[in-house]
């Protein structure tokens, strides 16, 4: 399966990526870790994928039964690339422990 994936960038062009993943190993697990290598996503950053249904809404992908249900989509569209767009949120500030919170550090 042919996959082209957008990042929108603040302040530049969006960036695209295509690339490929056999039947046998796509997993939504396999194409995360693929977009978070070739975007260069860290562990802080809280992101999914969204992918335009046939009524032209954007719907999350979030879940397993969610990449068949889009799998499924583009073979009822006899598309043979599937379109997805990487949404990220800011990172979330780390909060202090409560040990931190009632006994600062000296």
Known sequence: RIFKVR?????????IRRFQLPPDELTLETLRARCRRLFALDDETIWYFKWKDEEGDLVSLTEEYELR???AF???QNETIVR????????????ASRHQEHHPSP
Not at 7 to 15: G, L, N, V
């Open 74 to 76: 583009s073979a009822r």
């Open 69 to 71: 249900e889009l799998l």
């Open 84 to 95: 997805l767009s990487v949404v990220s949120d800011a990172p979330t500030p780390r909060r």
């Open 7 to 15: 990042q929108a960038q603040p302040c530049r062009e969006d960036e």
